[in-house]
């Protein structure tokens, strides 16, 4: 009698507290019906839809992971969105069509291409303000990041098929580095000695060496049955954990992963349509990428290396991140 | 003294000088076109619009405008300064005795935005020029493909082949292969005719029957001005309307005797590029030529635009800018040029015409499917199932 009490107040403990610990999301930017879905990390379920005006694009967290950064592309301007009330709170100012960008590694400045004008918007987030616009950095840049140290600022520049390096100091390019066709994003990895980045037109990747700023590697991707011209390599997933690069292979409707040591291309696994958008869970089991093309997310397991399940979200969903 | 100081700021200004030079190669590109050419003064235009203010001739040379502004921001990687010439002269004559008196060294490259008339004559005098690279960017007769066989000559539209052969992929796939043909008086209404026969042997599609119009309204001609009359009786399940001038077949959809498809030029036309494409950056694309035209981007405009940017990639990759290294480039299969439209385009070494995607759209002004489809794709290269291959070609080589 005495044990099933106990077991009682216990449980009800236990239900207390887990009402009280921060539920763990996901949010994926559906890029054609103006919105963000909001999906619980455990079970994969939609909670809430936010409104966020014209064409959503890149997400990311604030340093506090109090809020979410989102760009608004038609509107000019990012969203800043409160992850407590889940609902926007405020504008930042960007400069016209916002498409991608990066938060500095101490958290005060945003840095956005403008793909249509060919520029890169530098805001300041404590005075919530632009401060410079950077213009001669290549035709449609499109993905933006800090280096891990923060001194540089990559760009990749899809028109003029290069790198442009930025040095945060004086704002002027420091080096161009010409890479494969059509530039789209790029990642640092293993802390900032190498840049990989997506060549979409030549269904590869390209791997910069940040100290010699010169590539020294090419990830050339085949999948057996799918035209070479198909494999169009956007976005990247990094676990340190695992010590993989996940790159989504767009028209090939794969995911590649990649070894960051051997860099051997390890397995190719089948997602949605015009895979690009892709991040990894908290706990780097799952790897949740978004389908342009087919209105919906899939999640895939990293231990069984198959595609466990789909949601239906928003019209062309562009980016997903996950709160960890 | 003072001529010792004046000695060595002159030779810091010649090193200076001397410095600019050489970090930066130039790069000449003459666009030619003629002052009366009626694809831009007559064709196309539509009913109302000849009385409009808004009026205005859609010349390519803007597309080419756009390609050199473009090539502004990869001067860093090119190493490369380009500079565009535009000449406008009289008449075809006038060009051929202009291309006939130019020295193989006054420019790097050549767009020729003419209706190429005597093409053995051209040929002739284009093959002296061995140190140009030179591009048609608004020619679309498929004999141009089959008898130039020139290696410094390139095609950037595309061939009506490519043209017909899209329209021909959508109707058998949508099983509206049964047409009449409706082919207008001109020269080129008749050659797009052709070709359309030409593809319809290619991917079966029959050929019900083909009437000829002219655009009057003479009672005496009723059976060629009427379309109760050129549409009736036939089994058929779709129309194509070969017609450049573009005014007669503005009425022909929704008019036909049975109901049908309209294909050609109206109806669902095809495109080398049309201002709706939504995908892979051809929004972009479309912005930088209206905020610099303050027009829509067409066609032609396009192809100018990549025959410009199939130069400067070349070079980027080369890293050089000695044209018998691009010419190279350009045959080779390593050549892969973003042309906004998808997956990357090279040329043809047969032909020296640009692969690329056609673009199916609708009267609504929508990209209803982009060619080559699916269903009729090859195992070699995405977009080699439209136009002219190597067999159908004089040319000696390639592949």
Not at chain 1, 215 to 222: A, D, G, L, N, T
Request: with cysteine.
């Amino acid at each position: 009698m005495k044990n099933i009490r106990i077991k009682t107040i216990f449980l009800i403990i236990c239900i207390f507290l887990s009402s009280h610990i921060k539920a763990e999301y996901f949010f994926v930017s559906n890029e054609n019906s103006d919105t963000i879905t909001v999906l619980n990390s455990s079970d994969k379920k939609i909670v809430k839809t936010i409104k966020t005006g014209g064409r959503p694009r890149d997400m990311k967290f604030s340093l506090d992971k109090e809020l979410l950064y989102v760009v608004v592309s038609e509107e000019n301007h990012i969203a800043v969105i409160s992850l407590k009330k889940l609902e926007v709170i405020e504008f930042l100012e960007t400069g016209d069509d916002p498409e991608i960008f990066d938060i500095s590694p101490d958290g005060s400045i945003i840095a956005v291409s403008n793909e249509d004008d060919n520029e890169l918007t530098l805001i300041n987030l404590v005075k919530k303000e632009k401060f410079k616009v950077l213009k001669n950095i290549g035709v449609e840049p499109e993905g933006v990041n800090f280096s891990p140290n923060g001194k540089y600022i990559y760009v990749t520049s899809e028109g003029t098929n290069s790198i442009i390096i930025i040095n945060t100091k004086s704002y002027e390019v420091e080096n161009e580095i010409l890479v494969g066709n059509r530039p789209r994003r790029g990642v640092f990895v293993k802390n900032g000695k190498e840049y990989w980045v997506s060549n979409e037109l030549n269904g590869s990747v390209s791997i910069i060496d940040t100290k010699t700023q010169k590539v020294s590697k090419e990830i050339k991707f085949s999948i057996k049955g799918i035209r070479n011209q198909n494999i169009t390599p956007v976005d990247f997933a990094y676990s340190n954990k695992n010590k993989k690069v996940y790159v989504t292979l767009g028209s090939a409707n794969h995911v590649a992963i990649v070894d960051v040591e051997t860099y051997n291309i390890e397995k190719y696994i089948l997602a949605g349509s015009r895979v690009w958008g892709a991040a990894l869970t908290a706990d780097e089991k799952e790897l949740i990428v978004t389908n342009g093309n087919s209105d919906d997310i899939t999640i895939i397991n990293l231990k069984k290396l198959v595609a466990s399940s789909s949601v239906a979200v928003g019209k062309t969903p562009h980016t997903v991140r996950v709160l960890k | 003294m003072k001529i010792k100081i004046l000695q060595l700021f002159l030779f810091i200004l010649l090193f200076i000088g001397h410095l600019n030079s050489s970090d930066f190669k130039t790069y000449n590109i003459l666009f030619i076109d003629i002052s009366n050419d009626k694809r831009y003064t007559e064709w196309g235009i539509h009913p109302v619009d000849i009385r409009s203010n808004l009026k205005k001739e859609k010349r390519p040379l803007e597309g080419a405008k756009l390609a050199i502004e473009d090539t502004k921001r990869i001067e860093r990687i090119t190493k490369t300064k380009f500079f565009l010439e535009h000449k406008r002269l009289d008449n075809y004559l006038a060009v051929i005795t202009y291309l006939h008196n130019i020295k193989n060294t006054d420019y790097d490259a050549i767009l020729l935005d003419i209706k190429i008339n005597d093409i053995n004559n051209m040929k002739k005098i284009l093959e002296k020029k061995e140190n140009i690279l030179f591009f048609n960017i608004s020619d679309p007769n498929n004999k141009i493909r089959t008898n130039m066989c020139l290696k410094n000559f390139f095609n950037t539209f595309p061939s009506n082949l490519m043209l017909t052969d899209s329209l021909a992929q959508y109707l058998v796939k949508k099983k509206w292969n049964k047409t009449l043909l409706l082919t207008g008086p001109l020269k080129e209404d008749k050659e797009y005719s052709d070709a359309f026969k030409k593809s319809a042997k290619k991917f079966g599609v029959k050929v019900v029957g083909e009437n000829f119009f002219v655009n009057n309204n003479d009672p005496r001609v009723r059976d060629k001005n009427n379309l109760s009359y050129l549409t009736k009786g036939r089994k058929y399940k779709s129309v194509l309307v070969s017609d450049v001038d573009g005014e007669f077949s503005l009425s022909v959809p929704n008019a036909t005797m049975a109901p049908s498809i309209v294909i050609g030029s109206s109806g669902l036309k095809a495109h080398a590029w049309h201002w709706s494409y939504l995908r892979h950056g051809a929004p972009q694309l479309n912005g930088r030529f209206e905020r610099l035209n303050n027009r829509r981007m067409e066609s032609a405009d396009w192809a100018a635009w990549i025959a410009i940017k199939s130069i400067s990639e070349s070079i980027m990759r080369v890293q050089s800018n000695e044209n018998n290294k691009i010419f190279d480039y350009l045959k080779s299969n390593n050549l892969q040029i973003d042309g906004s439209k998808g997956i990357s385009l090279n040329f043809r070494s047969s032909t020296n015409q640009l692969r690329q995607t056609i673009l199916l759209t609708s009267s609504n002004n929508w990209v209803t499917a982009k060619v080559p489809l699916q269903e009729f794709q090859n195992s070699d290269n995405n977009l080699d199932t439209i136009g002219i291959s190597i067999k159908d070609t004089k040319c000696v080589g390639g592949d």
